[in-house]
């Protein structure tokens, strides 16, 4: 989701991430199984890496259009977006969602704090990333695609309002992060990060989607879903794109409005504004009330996901006003009455 706002990365710490050494290679002793590439102290957080960068155009050059691997289109009963999950009684997993928007002319920021935190409490989490993020943050994204406690998603190319785009324009929205997915996987065993047996483990392709600003149409829901996207939105809005919303806030929100099947948004990007200082003082309230994080697919393998057919942030409708924040491109607007 995430609003329109500011920017800003350290490039200089993100060179320095992507040029650091093995960890293995240097005598250390790996962080897990897994990671071969990066020592703990490159996954920590680092001072600036938050603060997004209004006018940085370095990644906007779009992924060229390589093709991709066939995906069976969404079947019909899980077509639309999800909102939510109703479980068997007595279950009380919860999904929570971190947003990576990044939009064209910017580069968002990494919000390591949060990361910090969920690695050390152990605590899973769906990304929904941009592919333009991804290429802007390849470092990050690396440990994040091998953590096992993370799943990675598909948050459009670069953060645009998929009401208004269509064609060729909508298909690359929608397909890029995969080919950057793709490209930054290849990756980890070409530079030795991950034995090909370890690579296998992590998915060949993302089969998770979630609308910038959550705006979608029926055109744009069918593009998603006929790519074999699930469209996952949420029921529980933190609210942490307004920096007025306190990390207080933000938790009493969480505590208050979660129930069972819960899928929660907060972002990621820099602009989950009090989100780092929220998660603390929500999870463990979360978890003594019997809550358990599983990432969205474990939830949607739970229960029966809860369909709609438009898309929304906490009522139909109110995702509307983000085409007037954008130039239409689009030949015609959405019909009258489309969310
Ligand atoms: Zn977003």
């Given amino acids: 989701m995430d609003t329109m706002g500011q920017m800003s990365i350290g490039v200089t710490a993100l060179v320095l991430a992507m040029t650091a050494p093995c960890y293995a290679a240097a005598g250390g002793q790996a962080p897990s199984a897994q990671i071969q590439c990066v020592s703990p102290a490159d996954l920590t957080a680092r001072p600036g890496e938050k603060v997004p960068v209004k006018g ?10 390589r093709p991709l691997r066939t995906a069976q289109p969404v079947a019909a009963g899980l077509r639309g977006a999800i909102r939510r999950v109703d479980l068997p009684r007595g279950k009380k997993l919860i999904a929570l969602t971190l947003d990576l928007c990044e939009q064209t002319g910017e580069v968002a920021g990494y919000d390591g704090a949060i990361f910090d ?10 990304l929904f990333t941009g592919g333009k993020w991804m290429r802007s943050h390849e470092a990050r994204t690396r440990q994040l695609m091998v953590e096992p406690l993370f799943e990675l998603a598909n948050h459009g190319w670069s953060h645009r309002n998929l009401r208004l785009l269509q064609g060729a324009e909508l298909s690359r929205e929608i397909l ?5 997915y793709e490209a930054i996987r290849a990756g980890l065993v070409i530079n030795q990060c991950l034995a090909p047996k370890d690579a296998e483990r992590i998915p060949p392709r993302i089969g998770l989607f979630r609308f910038p600003f959550g705006a979608c149409n029926p055109a744009a829901l069918d593009a998603v879903n006929d790519a074999g996207l699930l469209a996952i939105q949420w029921d529980l809005s933190t609210g942490d794109p307004s920096p007025s919303t306190s990390a207080k806030e933000i938790a009493e929100a969480m505590v208050r409005n979660v129930k069972p099947g819960s899928i929660i948004i907060a972002h990621a990007n820099g602009r989950g504004h009090n989100t780092a200082a929220a998660l603390p003082l929500a999870v463990p309230r979360l978890k003594a009330l019997g809550y358990e994080f599983v990432t969205v697919s ?10 709609a057919q438009t898309c929304y942030d906490s009522r139909p409708g109110d995702t509307d006003r983000y085409d007037r924040l954008f130039t239409l491109r689009a030949p015609r607007p959405p019909p009258p009455g489309t969310p």
């Fill in 298 to 307: 474990e939830l949607l393998a739970a229960g029966r996901p809860v369909v």
């Fill in 117 to 126: 935190y969920l690695r050390a409490e152990r605590i899973k989490a769906t």
């Fill in 176 to 180: 890029g992060p995969q080919r950057s």
């Fill in 56 to 65: 940085n155009r370095a990644f906007d050059r779009p992924e060229p259009d």
